[in-house]
């Protein structure tokens, strides 16, 4: 992630910055980038921001700055089921220019530490529409993967369905085939909400979606989805 200064070019009413020069607030927040070689980067998800400033009056209204280094914290409590990422960040409600906000309930400058809960891999999704379907329909928005290969007996999905998505999961051959067993009809709906969601298919045996004797075969993998978000997939033994 990137810390994003955002400083409004032309006249604001009601601003004015310490040189007198119109505009503001220049207001900090941090975006997303990501980058193959470590020297370029390029912002994604549309540029939106990815820790955004507090509301009005808060502490953190005009600026907020990431650590550099998430925490990976374990799942299996109360308040924490399944494993998250914490991002530690600070944060003020004094933009770049020195301009304290307005609504701030002290009166004056006020900053603070505070963290960001992220599910696994939650960085990025791809999302799809809630499609209007009827009895066992199947339909909704279509991904299908570049072929790949893999190592594992079980496909699982981080994926966040809500209340009335589903993501259903084909298995095809490098040609876009479908595998045996492992076609769209036979799918069972991935319902859950959680970051290792179980892709199940019908039957059993000669019948059935046999995942791990694919293995270190080329394969595509066909997502149909309808008001559901996918983070990520994983073959895990």
Known sequence: ????????????????????????????DVGLAVSRDGIKFTQVGGRLPFIPVGQTGSWESRMVWALPTPV?????????????????YSGGNTDHDGVIDEASITGGKQSGISVARLRLDGWLSI?????????????????????????????????????????YVEIQD????PVPGCALSKAYPVIENSVAAVARWAGKGA?????????????????????????????VQ
Request: charged content about 15%; hydrophobic content about 35%.
């Open 1 to 28: 992630w990137l810390p994003r200064l955002h400083h409004w070019a032309g006249p604001k009413q009601g601003w004015s910055s310490p040189d007198s020069s119109p505009g503001g607030p220049a207001k900090i």
């Open 72 to 88: 990976l914290m374990p799942g299996g409590t109360p308040d924490r089921p399944e494993p998250e990422l914490w991002i530690y």
């Open 127 to 167: 999302d799809s529409p809630l499609t209007a379907l009827k009895g066992d329909e199947v339909g909704g928005s279509e991904l299908v993967t570049v072929p790949l290969r893999f190592v594992g007996q079980q496909l699982q999905l981080n994926v966040d369905p809500g209340g009335q998505g589903s993501v």
């Open 174 to 177: 490098a040609h876009g085939v």
């Open 207 to 235: 019948g059935g979606c046999n995942v791990s004797a694919l293995q270190s075969k080329d394969i595509k993998l066909r997502f149909v989805m309808s008001g559901a978000k996918l983070y990520a997939f994983q073959f």
